[in-house]
């Protein structure tokens, strides 16, 4: 088996086992999530970061592409306790780094004490303790990735109709690294979903005549969004909004709000979530590093049961809904899917008129 070594913030270094060669450095986030390894391999909102899975037998199932979110995997690299064949081969494959056979346990322990750190790893025949350090000098944090949403957005708008007649919505997705089951999820419900890149200029949105403006979920610090956010200041009163994850962070900034990096973020497919109003519990899926400090002029409704974290945010005069979780569950619970419906009602069948 080739070397492979994981080199942590502060330059203590773990040896491993390598399962897939190379070299890489990025952010070292774990997930909870024991099963949906395809999906959370394939989440957009990885990029840049170094996954460790918490759940000790990675790939017990296989790998199917029918379960991918994206047309690649996003983490730099892998961590795991063990890896079956199917994902080692499969990482590979897709020139992405993997180590197993070291203690993820403490290795999330040590990221719940210390937070979210920076990583290298080095795997291969004559991979070196130098060359994961190396890596690990050379990584920058995730605020400093100012250019992430070109890794992530489509360059060109795409477009995908509705399962329904003619009299479905049209929503405006502006992908900061959408997840393909959210636009499924849209799809289903008979909309026609236009995916415009993640810079999309407010005369593009104006010109698909749009009925609700969806910001997408996505990787890194919201405020390296910028474009997005303009178009929410832009669209806000003249056309519904809505926002899933990053979206939400997005939406919440334009709207007079703040956002601050979490110490290891919500990654898991358990996550726990009440409604303000009706009481009720929710089982979520969850993916991110940052979350909304101060709502502006959005009412949260919606809070994490273990942090207090705004989960839901919404605006009835302006007409924004927002989510924190996955509401598509690709993985995870489907207790939420109605957000897409709820979505979709936010505005009948009209036409994008801007105020001068």
Not at 198 to 203: C, F, G
Not at 250 to 277: C, S, Y
Request: proline letters at 5%.
């Amino acid at each position: 088996m080739p070397g492979a070594y994981v080199a942590l913030e502060g330059g203590h270094v773990v040896e491993a086992r390598g399962r897939a060669p190379g070299t890489a450095c990025g952010e070292l986030v774990f997930t909870t999530a024991y099963t949906g390894y395809e999906e959370s391999l394939t989440d957009p909102s990885y990029e840049e970061q170094i996954l460790t899975f918490s759940y000790p037998l990675i790939g017990n199932y296989g790998v199917r592409e029918e379960r991918f979110e994206s047309d690649r995997v996003h983490p730099r690299a892998v961590v795991s306790r063990e890896l079956t064949e199917d994902v080692a081969e499969w990482l590979e494959a897709e020139g992405v780094p993997a180590v197993d056979h070291l203690d993820t346990r403490d290795l999330v322990g040590g990221i719940r004490e210390q937070g979210a750190m920076k990583c290298g790893i080095a795997v291969g025949e004559n991979a070196t303790p130098e060359d994961a350090l190396a890596e690990l000098e050379r990584c920058p944090g995730m605020s400093d990735h100012h250019d992430i949403g070109e890794q992530v957005s489509v360059s060109e708008t795409e477009i995908h109709l509705g399962d329904g007649d003619e009299d479905g919505k049209t929503v405006a997705l502006v992908d900061c690294g959408a997840k393909g089951s959210i636009i499924d999820s849209l799809v289903e419900r008979g909309a026609d979903v236009h995916v415009l890149p993640h810079d999309v200029t407010a005369d593009e949105v104006e010109a698909i005549e749009a009925d609700v403006l969806f910001i997408s979920n996505g990787p890194g610090d919201p405020a390296n969004f910028e474009a997005a956010q303009e178009l929410v200041e832009t669209f806000a009163g003249e056309l519904p909004l809505a926002g899933i994850c990053l979206g939400q962070q997005i939406i919440a900034r334009a709207l007079g709000g703040t956002t601050e990096k979490m110490d290891f973020g919500h990654r898991g497919v358990n996550q726990p979530v009440r409604d303000l109003e009706s009481g009720q519990v929710v089982m979520t899926t969850q993916n991110h590093g940052y979350t909304v400090a101060d709502p502006g002029d959005l009412e949260v409704t919606q809070i994490n049961v273990n942090d207090d974290t705004p989960e839901g945010l919404e605006n009835d005069e302006l007409d924004v809904l927002t989510r924190q979780y996955h509401p598509e569950a690709n993985p995870g619970p489907n207790d939420t899917l109605g957000f897409f419906d709820d979505v979709l009602s936010l505005a009948p069948r009209k036409r994008l008129v801007v105020a001068d």
